[in-house]
């Protein structure tokens, strides 16, 4: 393997881990160890806004832990921060401000805050790209753990996996999920059935001229 490809594979792994901490942080806004872990990921991105993205929910999520035990992990990170949000960060560390809701050092891949004035829109939208790629991790994690026969992780995934399509409303998730993990003869219970009534409540119903 060129040294090329391995960058390349090096990074698949840093977004599988991002996107499964991000998921985490989701569910869990104020658990640092998450945070933490997402963050680390980010730092193996060539991209910058990962990195910000993330910074910005940990800073968010565990906002009574900034002014006093974040100054190892700043030093760690600053120099892959723009100067604005370098300086953000720090007035945030320094307690001259907080990062709200909606922040100007939030970025697309904040999953916790974000850049737009309509938060509950921004919170809830989700593109399609981004489902085909948790619906894959999902599927995968979800087969191997039925390969080592680990049915609490199974179950822990899939109470995961629920809980964020019902925040998010990714029914396209969802149903990639459900549609892969059919063909491969999943047992699906009750749980499945109520996400899946959960997600059809939330269609508005459409008009007809």
């Given at each position: 393997?060129?040294?090329?490809?391995?960058?390349?594979?090096?990074?698949?792994?840093?977004?599988?881990?991002?996107?499964?901490y991000s998921r985490k942080v989701f569910l869990a806004s104020n658990n640092r160890y998450f945070h933490e872990q997402?963050?680390?990921?980010?730092?193996?991105?060539?991209?910058?806004?990962?990195?910000?993205?993330?910074?910005?929910?940990?800073?968010?999520?565990?906002?009574?832990?900034?002014?006093?035990?974040?100054?190892?992990?700043?030093?760690?990170?600053?120099?892959?921060?723009?100067?604005?949000?370098?300086?953000?960060?720090?007035?945030?560390?320094?307690?001259?401000?907080?990062?709200?809701?909606?922040?100007?050092?939030?970025?697309?891949?904040?999953?916790?805050?974000?850049?737009?004035?309509?938060?509950?829109?921004?919170?809830?939208?989700?593109?399609?790209?981004?489902?085909?790629?948790?619906?894959?991790?999902?599927?995968?994690?979800?087969?191997?753990?039925?390969?080592?026969?680990?049915?609490?992780?199974?179950?822990?995934?899939?109470?995961?996996?629920?809980?964020?399509?019902?925040?998010?409303?990714?029914?396209?998730?969802?149903?990639?999920?459900?549609?892969?993990?059919?063909?491969?003869?999943?047992?699906?219970?009750?749980?499945?059935?109520?996400?899946?009534?959960?997600?059809?409540?939330?269609?508005?119903?459409?008009?007809?001229?």
């Amino acid at each position: 393997m060129s040294d090329s490809d391995l960058i390349k594979e090096n990074e698949k792994v840093a977004h599988r881990v991002f996107r499964f901490y991000s998921r985490k942080v989701f569910l869990a806004s104020n658990n640092r160890y998450f945070h933490e872990q997402r963050i680390n990921a980010a730092l193996l991105l060539t991209e910058k806004e990962p990195l910000q993205g993330a910074v910005a929910d940990f800073f968010y999520g565990c906002w009574f832990d900034i002014p006093y035990d974040v100054n190892n992990l700043f030093t760690r990170i600053k120099d892959r921060l723009t100067p604005e949000a370098k300086q953000g960060f720090r007035d945030c560390i320094d307690k001259k401000s907080y990062i709200q809701r909606n922040s100007m050092l939030a970025t697309r891949w904040s999953v916790l805050v974000s850049p737009s004035l309509n938060e509950q829109k921004q919170r809830l939208r989700i593109s399609s790209d981004d489902a085909k790629e948790i619906a894959k991790d999902i599927t995968s994690e979800l087969m191997q753990a039925r390969a080592s026969h680990d049915w609490g992780t199974i179950e822990q995934i899939e109470n995961e996996f629920f809980a964020y399509c019902t925040a998010r409303n990714d029914r396209l998730a969802f149903s990639l999920v459900w549609f892969s993990l059919g063909k491969s003869d999943w047992q699906f219970d009750q749980r499945w059935d109520n996400c899946q009534q959960h997600l059809d409540q939330t269609i508005k119903p459409t008009t007809t001229s």
